[in-house]
């Protein structure tokens, strides 16, 4: 970034109010010359995450609270206004060493650090001690200066020992000069291939085995970008060998770095060093994260008196949100004003969450911290914004800038949740025509300029936050103004024909032929051939997908829960879905937690973890003739109905999973359950019923 590119940046994060014409004012530059340095200064924030500049019609810069983050990425750090301590001058004086890949004369030094060269003298025998304990040298020349001797790999574990030692010593090495700093991006980079390797080679480390990683791939890439590489290693671990070399060969991808076999050799002697979780439990814990959301939404919509149990982007929203709680080692969830503006704006939800996040404690084995539960309630306010919006009746325009892929993701997400009428859908470059278009509200995912329309900024993939700022947005103008009745043109669709059939399905259930249902669905579906029941059967199936008659058995004798976990697992075990030590790690998993498999009053789901021989995602369910105790001793629930789950990852059932709890909510449900004659009867009666959800 150019001098005055960064100045104007300090100069907007430092002051409100800043204007295009104070700027040029200034900087005794054009209004052209400001914007085009403006748009500069967006390059460098959207390459480190952080939120754009926008303009106002007044020519007023706006700017998020986020802004501070670039302080630190441009601000000028040297030793001339902070004052080094010996010790902290000893550890500079020898990163300076490391660093230099030539001789370095002592004056050099001196001027780095701001401090006089008979201060670098008398540090020197100090500094020399300490890098010995590294095996690292220090060779004086007479004419030419200091340098150090030593193997690359010692210098990176050098490094790496003064990071570890303190994490404040990473911005000491940070200061020598930019080079040396590595764009959030690229951090960001780094933490995705970790954990993506984690799980790939089923290695999970620890908090502080985590940190060491991170550290020594942030010194690797720097160094290796300086062309400084590993030496030829004669020893390598070959258990780790594999998951260095796929870390190694994505940081080469992703970091536009070159890596050499030594240096995968020495990352697995590096890995070989690290500390691992036992994870025996890790994939077992997948549908339990699932069944503990599940009771978490019930409690929070019976204390707010609002069912939001419906609501299939909650469910999976805030279950995979709450697996990312139990499962990081460290919580890098930030303050953030956005959502604590909404927490206070919300006392109702958080005091509705906190009554009822025991449930997530209790499984977590630790406290839900405040930032952490804020985190939850945005989930939840983001549902209610879902829900108190269905029947907006809005003109709207969406503005975007990705191309047609991200306008038709954005649409999608926007039909599934508001009665909203798309009046047009506008390229970002063609701004200048949103005014003339006769709508209530324009959506965009860039900011605009001269737009004289309401209108809220959202990312193109709509996040939690961007239904609770389109909420915030839509009570705005609703209190505002009237917005006029309209009749809102409505798309046909086989999806939107079905839902307004399935009530009259349900209302004569009992007088309308299956097979007739069956037909006139099928029929619709057929006229319409968009294909999408087709693509439900093979990517997310539906409940009544996973529990035809074929997978269903009625009136089993069982004498124990045992025996009703290996008869309900049989169909799927002889077809090939599990195998037999599958049905054994169910049954452990219950003797170990509990009959907490029981989703339902007497309804069990047993299940257990991808790892533990699972191979194609299923389920099969048997009614007993008999209700039995599911589970030991006094916590055992009384059960009349066993369904066996075989769970492949986190989301090929979590569809059919979410109907079959909200289904198993209905009284009636239940009920046609109970009486259901035959097993095609009782697959006829899932089906009916996951139409009327």
Not at 159 to 180: F, R
Not at 212 to 232: F, P, Q, W
Not at 273 to 284: C, M, P
Not at 520 to 540: C, N, P, R, W
Request: net charge negative.
């Amino acid at each position: 970034m150019k001098k005055r590119t960064k100045e104007i940046l300090l100069e907007i994060i430092d002051r409100n109010d800043i204007t295009i014409s104070s700027l040029a004012e200034n900087f005794s530059v054009s209004k052209r010359t400001i914007r085009n340095d403006l748009n500069d200064i967006n390059d460098f924030l959207k390459e480190n995450n952080i939120s754009l500049l926008s303009l106002c019609s007044n020519g007023k810069i706006e700017k998020k609270d986020d802004i501070k983050d670039a302080y630190e990425l441009i601000s000028d750090r040297d030793f001339y206004t902070y004052k080094l301590s010996k010790e902290e001058r000893k550890i500079m004086i020898a990163i300076i060493l490391i660093e230099s890949s030539e001789y370095i004369t002592l004056s050099k030094i001196a001027d780095t650090l701001y401090v006089s060269r008979a201060t670098i003298i008398n540090d020197l025998g100090r500094v020399k001690e300490y890098l010995k304990i590294g095996n690292l040298t220090v060779i004086s020349h007479a004419n030419k200066g200091l340098r150090l001797d030593g193997l690359e790999s010692d210098k990176r574990s050098f490094l790496l020992s003064i990071i570890l030692s303190d994490q404040d010593n990473k911005n000491l090495i940070s200061s020598i000069n930019s080079e040396n700093l590595l764009l959030k991006s690229d951090m960001d980079k780094i933490h995705r291939i970790i954990n993506e390797q984690e799980h790939a080679h089923e290695k999970y480390l620890t908090d502080s085995s985590y940190l060491k990683l991170k550290s020594y791939l942030t010194i690797a890439i720097l160094r290796l970008k300086k062309g400084e590489l590993i030496e030829k290693q004669n020893i390598t671990c070959k258990t780790k060998l594999s998951m260095a070399q796929d870390i190694f060969k994505y940081i080469s991808q992703y970091c536009n770095i070159m890596t050499t076999v030594d240096e995968e050799m020495f990352l697995s002697r590096v890995l070989n060093g690290l500390r691992y979780l036992k994870r025996d439990n890790e994939n077992e814990s997948m549908v339990k994260i699932q069944l503990l959301t599940r009771q978490f939404i019930e409690g929070v919509s019976h204390e707010l008196k609002m069912n939001l149990n419906d609501d299939y982007d909650f469910y999976q929203n805030l279950s995979n949100h709450l697996e990312s709680i139990f499962r990081s080692r460290n919580s890098n969830l930030q303050p953030n004003e956005f959502i604590d503006a909404v927490v206070i704006k919300n006392p109702n939800v958080i005091m509705a969450a906190r009554k009822h996040i025991d449930i997530i404690e209790k499984y977590a084995q630790k406290e839900i911290d405040d930032i952490e539960l804020a985190y939850i309630t945005i989930h939840i306010c983001a549902a209610i914004e879902r829900k108190k919006n269905q029947e907006i009746a809005f003109h709207v325009i969406l503005v975007c800038n990705g191309g047609i892929g991200t306008s038709q993701l954005l649409l999608a997400k926007l039909k599934t949740h508001y009665n909203f009428q798309i009046v047009d859908i506008v390229s970002s470059h063609d701004e200048k025509n949103i005014n003339n278009r006769n709508a209530d509200l324009v959506i965009s995912t860039v900011p605009l300029e001269n737009i004289k329309s309401d209108y809220v900024i959202v990312s193109p993939l709509f996040t939690d936050e961007d239904y609770i700022r389109l909420g915030s947005k839509i009570d705005e103008i609703r209190n505002a103004r009237n917005i006029p009745p309209r009749i809102e043109k409505k798309e046909v669709t086989a999806k939107g024909l079905l839902n307004k059939l399935k009530s009259v399905f349900m209302e004569f259930e009992d007088k309308i032929p299956v097979e007739l249902t069956e037909k006139v669905t099928d029929a619709i579906l057929d006229y319409f051939d968009d294909g999408s029941h087709e693509e439900l059967d093979y990517t997310k199936p539906y409940l009544h997908h996973l529990l035809p008659s074929s997978n269903i058995k009625l009136d089993v004798e069982c004498d124990n829960w045992r025996d009703a976990i290996k008869i309900s697992a049989k169909k799927l075990l002889d077809d090939g879905y599990i195998e037999e030590r599958y049905i054994d790690s169910m049954i452990a998993n219950i003797e170990e937690n509990g009959p907490y498999v029981v989703i339902s009053e007497g309804f069990a789901m047993p299940h257990e973890g991808i790892d533990s021989g699972t191979k194609k995602v299923g389920m099969n369910l048997i009614r007993l003739k008999n209700p039995i105790m599911f589970g030991d001793g006094e916590e055992g629930e009384e059960v009349k109905f066993v369904c066996c789950l075989s769970a492949i990852d986190h989301n090929t059932h979590l569809k059919a999973f979410f109907n079959l709890v909200n289904m198993l909510g209905q009284d009636k449900f239940k009920e046609a359950m109970e009486n259901a004659k035959t097993e095609y009867e009782l697959s006829e009666i899932i089906r009916r019923y996951e139409y009327s959800i």
